[in-house]
């Protein structure tokens, strides 16, 4: 007897046929830019950053994040 493994989403699939993927990425990368800040007002300093330049880093990193988890559960990489 054998025992299959269970998943909790099908792994190896389209990220196509996902449209939350292109929300999310929608998002990070709304979040990534900076237009959304006031311009002329003074900056509070994050982490050594000004508050623009940390929000953006940490949303690059988030994209970056998420395109990994993307490629290992939704890419397929077999031959049609």
């Excluded at 699939?13 to 237009?35: K, N, Q």
């Excluded at 007002?41 to 690059?60: F, K, M, N, Q």
């Excluded at 970056?64 to 490629?71: D, G, P, Q, S, Y």
């Amino acid at each position: 007897m054998t025992v299959k493994p269970v998943t909790i989403w099908p792994v190896n699939d389209e990220p196509s046929r996902h449209p939350f993927i292109w929300l999310v990425y929608a998002g990070l990368f709304g979040a990534a830019i900076p237009w959304y800040f006031t311009e002329g007002a003074a900056d509070p300093i994050w982490l050594g950053l000004p508050r623009w330049v940390a929000v953006s880093l940490a949303a690059t990193l988030a994209i970056a994040l998420f395109t990994a988890f993307v490629i290992e559960r939704y890419w397929n990489d077999d031959p049609p």
